[in-house]
């Protein structure tokens, strides 16, 4: 087992400045929010997924782990940064000295979280797949686009309608564990629910992929109706 911690790469400046960058390179051409809040949640949700199944501690911390570097791609372009992402991804944690077991399971994580290549191919990439596919909420709209909507304007970007649209996020498990439930409640006057699987249909079949890799269901409720 390595001691490179989960602590200790939120920690880590050079991981950091990569997420924080890659993050302005997305502003800069009008995405939603990939920031170090992202990550965070993304790493948080991931380890209460694993962790919530019953998985060895080390397995829900690599989870976290492969959750708080999965973005870092985008510093070198959009397109295909899953890829770049887990290239990244090994360059430095093979320099920090963590075992190469270890390695290949965030490397692979990090590689198959983006939906146009996604599998969820071990139990780690399955958390993060739904752990990054479930963060829908209406911080992760940039704030000039926030002050548009508070100002009575039409959101243009789909992406920025939908995010902005959720009042109320929350994804949990059943009492046995045996479904794993996204909650969401929508202001249906700034957009439809059919505008959420617009852009989330493909999301959403990924997320349930990834929970029959885990043994569980996943299932969406939408302001009080299940809907997957």
Known sequence: MSNVTFEYIKQNKDIRTYISCADDALSSIGYTEHSLAHVQRAADTAFMILSELGYPDRDCELAQIA????????????????????????????????????????????????????????????????????DVRRSRVRPAEQEKQSNGQHLDDIHDRVNYAVEKSELYFNDDKSTLTLELTIDLSISSVMEYFEIFLTRMTLCRRAAETLGINFSIVINGNKIM
């Open 67 to 134: 959750a708080y570097m999965h973005d870092i791609g985008n510093v070198v372009n959009r397109a295909d940064h899953a890829h770049s992402g887990a290239i990244m991804a090994f360059r430095l944690l093979d320099k920090l000295g963590m075992p190469a077991s270890e390695i290949a399971l965030i490397i692979s994580a990090i590689g198959n979280h983006d939906e146009s290549t996604a599998s969820p191919v071990n139990a780690v990439a399955a958390a993060l797949i739904i752990a990054d596919k479930t």
